[in-house]
């Protein structure tokens, strides 16, 4: 990869292929931002992996293998949840909130995360476009760091979404506070985002341009902002369920909402501009 240029061609190809697999939402919109958002990171790191196999290195390859793995995890994880009794409930009410989302409306949300998901796989593209082989010293280390702290926002957000499917499968009526919950109301999304930063941390040292930067940062901040944002959703879903019982408020008071050991306890007051 020039210096001075972004791999501008497996920058559209890897739109192509995100407009094609998030068009799923036009089914049901949830897709968009569910099905569509893990498939299309598979798919991108799968596709690149394949075009681009004669820049591999150890580092490019695990930097896209993580990636891959992640949204087969998450897709797979997302598909069974549908198929689970438990969860129909909740679909029918993810399709009346969605409801007036019609027309021009899906084809914009449709560009916009297709455009998001490629702005979050840029990191990744950078690494495997890059000609020069590994970078040295610290840029190494620091690729290093990257590639573990994927492995371990990967590792939180799959253990926490089987203990919560498990706990409710036993318990649909009671919110989950064991395992992971017990230090954190959402691992899951802690997960994730330690997951994105790492991907975007393995990418710092083939950011050449100010462009580099931008798209790696636009896709970074974006997934932060919407983790966020979930994180305030779920709460108030939470509280409409549970905020009458005296063990969830004691829970709720205890429990930092999404980073242990941390006394943040809630996200409600807080503005976040993608919720």
Not at 129 to 148: K, M, N, R
Not at 162 to 169: L, P, Y
Not at 221 to 236: N, P
Request: with cysteine; net charge positive.
């Amino acid at each position: 990869m020039s210096i001075t240029s972004l791999p501008l061609p497996q920058l559209l190809q890897a739109l192509a292929l995100a407009l094609i697999v998030s068009s799923l939402g036009f089914r049901r919109v949830v897709y968009f931002v569910s099905i569509g958002y893990a498939f299309s990171i598979s798919g991108m790191a799968l596709l690149f992996l394949v075009l681009l196999r004669h820049n591999l290195t150890w580092v490019s390859f695990l930097h896209s293998g993580l990636l891959f793995v992640w949204g087969v995890r998450l897709g797979v994880f997302l598909v069974q949840r549908e198929l689970q009794p438990a969860y129909r409930s909740e679909l029918v009410g993810v399709a009346e909130r969605s409801a007036h989302i019609t027309g021009w409306r899906k084809i914009l949300i449709w560009l916009g995360v297709s455009l998001l998901y490629v702005a979050m796989f840029a990191p990744a593209l950078f690494t495997l476009a890059e000609t020069g082989g590994l970078p040295g010293g610290a840029g190494l280390g620091v690729q290093i760091f990257g590639l573990l702290v994927m492995a371990a926002g990967l590792g939180l957000e799959a253990l926490a979404d089987k203990q919560k499917s498990d706990f409710k499968a036993l318990s649909p009526k009671r919110f989950c506070d064991v395992g992971t919950y017990r230090y954190v109301r959402c691992p899951n999304y802690l997960g994730e985002i330690l997951f994105w930063v790492g991907t975007w941390v393995v990418g710092i040292p083939v950011y050449y341009t100010w462009l580099h930067w931008v798209i790696g940062l636009v896709g970074l901040v974006c997934v932060v902002l919407i983790m966020l944002g979930s994180t305030k959703r779920l709460e108030e879903k939470q509280d409409e369920r549970y905020g009458g019982r005296a063990d969830y408020q004691t829970y709720i008071r205890t429990v930092p909402v999404l980073f242990p050991f941390v006394p943040v306890y809630t996200l409600k007051n807080i503005r976040v501009y993608l919720e």
